[in-house]
């Protein structure tokens, strides 16, 4: 009934967006030099994006929140530096990695993690992703330290319409697939737990063991994601790895809406749009970002607690999904 | 003689020192609808919470079927074959009344795992919510917010949820609580009328001496740290200890 014929809005308006956002490089690209520099940015802010729904499958949907996601962004940034740069291996494969190496970083420290629940979680969270900063940091031999790793090489075709249009479609498959996730029977799963976790047991659910899967699934989905930027920036460096970098998708998903699916996709890219319109503005305005960032996130707490997504559903009256 | 589905053997438990029940033993038959009275903080729920895993006795074992099940998780328990509806109402509130139920469903269903369907398209799981929430007559309400229901619509909801599960053993804690006496005498058929249909083994806590008495083959009074008496409810009101330790107080 309703459900369908929302549904289907919803594809129609999908499908438009990404075709909108398939074009949208081409008329950049008319613009010279500040074309250039924004297809740079709104490929950035695709990758930000995918970050910010990896995270939400976690916060959003398993009601976990972790302060340590970039554990995972940076796993993958630093897969595809040091396959690149280091053992030669070409762009695909190198990107293929990515996901695999913060599956497995997700698999070791979330296998501590989701024996916790609530703040001593996120602090574990935490904790692990500041260690492996350290690490970072600290090994200069293999990881270049707070160098970072530069230099990585980039196919010739990729020019940066190419390589927009390359994040713009994994974007896509990215949110499809989690779209099939949060929607299937484990994604009922998950959201059982976060509804009502002493419930969820007694329903006869492992919520340990399925909360691990979902750490895992939400960490290699962020590695992808770094892996992307490392290959956009042509470095890796240890600030992919900081724990303000685990903050981005927390307030994204917070500004976007974290019970919707592209919510924090959309907090994400809005996040980056208003602070680079802030530094165009006057260089020196970044230093009040924090201000500002702190005065969006008080209209959205005091007049969009459900994000921006939530706040246009209210405003057309239509419930949540 | 009957078969046992339940042999509770010496349990014990405490609380940081203090005792809520010491070295109680019973047998549960198969097929049985008994119920478990007691006054406030005798020890009713605990005895829930240790046969269903929540907690672990200090003593004792719990015979399910023939395997001891005293400390396992809670979910392997429920996997076994037991499934409980709880004192103070336990749901998934902001999920819709089917999306309960169907949440318990796929889990008996083993599909938890299933990441590619959507779980909207498991017709077998929609159809079985659907025929639970007709036993307990909330089909008409299914698509609504279940966390925004009426309390005593939540309370069935929350006997759906492990009727879900097929359970071969029923514990219900109060399952009539903060019930209108009305609300109260309805929700007694609906509990009798399960019973009657599924075949199941049931357990019930329950405070009103009516409803105990007017549904249970068997009664067990739950006092003093130990199961004070057992039998059936003529027994029981004319038991001595048990008027005079709780039917006296109550009237
Ligand atoms: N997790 C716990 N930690 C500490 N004490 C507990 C815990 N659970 C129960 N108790 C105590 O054990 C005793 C028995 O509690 P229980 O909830 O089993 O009683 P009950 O018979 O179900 O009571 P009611 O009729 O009020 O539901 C009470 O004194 C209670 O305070
Ligand atoms: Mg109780």
């Known amino acids: ?321 | 003689m009957a078969e046992k589905i339940l042999r509770i053997e010496n349990l014990s438990k405490s609380f940081e020192g203090t005792q809520v029940f010491n070295n109680i033993s019973f047998v549960i038959e198969k097929g049985e609808l008994s119920s478990i009275i007691g006054p406030n903080g005798a020890g009713k729920t605990t005895l829930f919470n240790l046969i269903t895993g929540y907690h672990i006795p200090d003593q004792g074992r719990v015979i399910f079927k023939g395997q001891d099940i005293a400390g396992i998780q809670p979910h392997r328990i429920v996997r076994l074959g037991i499934a409980r509806a709880f004192q103070r109402t336990n749901i998934f509130p902001k999920m819709t009344v089917l999306e309960n139920v169907v949440a318990a469903v796929i889990s008996r269903q083993r599909r938890n795992l299933n990441l590619v369907s959507p779980f909207r398209n498991n017709k077998a799981a929609e159809e079985r919510a659907y025929e639970i929430l007709e036993n307990v007559e909330l089909a008409d309400m299914a698509h609504r917010q279940s966390g925004i229901l009426a309390h005593g619509n939540q309370k069935r909801l929350d006997i759906a949820v492990a009727l879900a599960l097929d359970p071969e053993l029923l514990l219900l804690d109060e399952p009539t609580a903060g019930m209108s006496p009305e609300e109260r005498k309805h929700t007694v058929q609906l509990v009798k009328r399960l019973w009657e249909t599924l075949h199941i083994t049931m357990v019930f806590i329950e405070h009103d001496m009516d409803i105990v008495f007017g549904i249970s083959q068997k009664v067990r009074v739950l006092c003093y740290r130990t199961i004070l008496a057992e039998g059936t409810p003529a027994e029981i009101s004319a038991n001595e200890q048990v008027i005079e330790a709780y039917l006296g107080e109550e009237v």
Request: charged share 10%.
């Open chain 1, 1 to 321: 009934m309703t459900e369908n014929t929302l549904s289907k809005r919803n594809w129609i308006a999908g499908v438009i967006v990404v075709m909108a956002l398939a074009v949208l490089p081409f008329v950049l690209s008319k613009f010279g030099r500040t074309g250039e520099y924004w297809i740079w940015v709104t490929t950035e802010m695709l990758i930000n994006g995918l970050f910010a729904l990896s995270l939400n499958l976690i916060l959003g949907y398993g009601g976990m929140v972790s302060f340590g996601h970039a554990a995972f962004f940076g796993v993958g940034a630093y897969t595809v530096a040091l396959l690149m740069k280091k053992a030669g291996v070409s762009m695909v494969p190198a990107l293929a990695a990515a996901p695999v190496a913060a599956a497995i970083a997700a698999a070791v420290i979330g296998w501590f993690c989701v024996r916790l629940i609530g703040l001593y979680f996120a602090i574990l969270t935490l904790a692990f992703s500041q260690l492996l900063y350290m690490v970072v940091f600290q090994w200069y031999t293999f990881t270049g330290g707070d160098d970072g790793i530069h230099g990585i090489p980039r196919l010739a075709f990729l020019d940066p319409v190419n390589y927009y249009l390359l994040c713009l479609a994994i974007f896509v498959v990215c949110f499809l697939l989690m779209r099939m996730i949060v929607n299937s029977s484990f994604g009922l799963t998950i959201r059982s737990i976060r509804e009502n976790m002493e419930r969820a047991k007694f329903i006869g659910v492992n919520v340990r063991r399925f909360q691990w899967y979902n750490f895992i699934i939400a960490g290699s989905f962020a590695g992808l994601a770094g892996g992307l930027l490392t290959e956009l920036n042509r470095f890796a460096q240890t600030e992919f790895l900081h724990w303000s970098k685990s903050a981005e998708p927390i307030l994204a998903s917070l500004v976007g809406g974290m019970f919707s699916l592209a919510g924090p996709a959309i907090g994400a890219a809005v996040l980056m749009f208003l602070k680079i319109v802030l530094q165009q503005f006057h260089q020196a305005l970044v230093e009040i970002w924090a201000i500002v960032l702190g005065l969006v996130l008080l209209v959205v707490v005091l007049f969009a607690p459900d994000g921006m997504i939530g706040f246009f559903q209210r405003m057309h009256g239509k419930s949540d999904a």
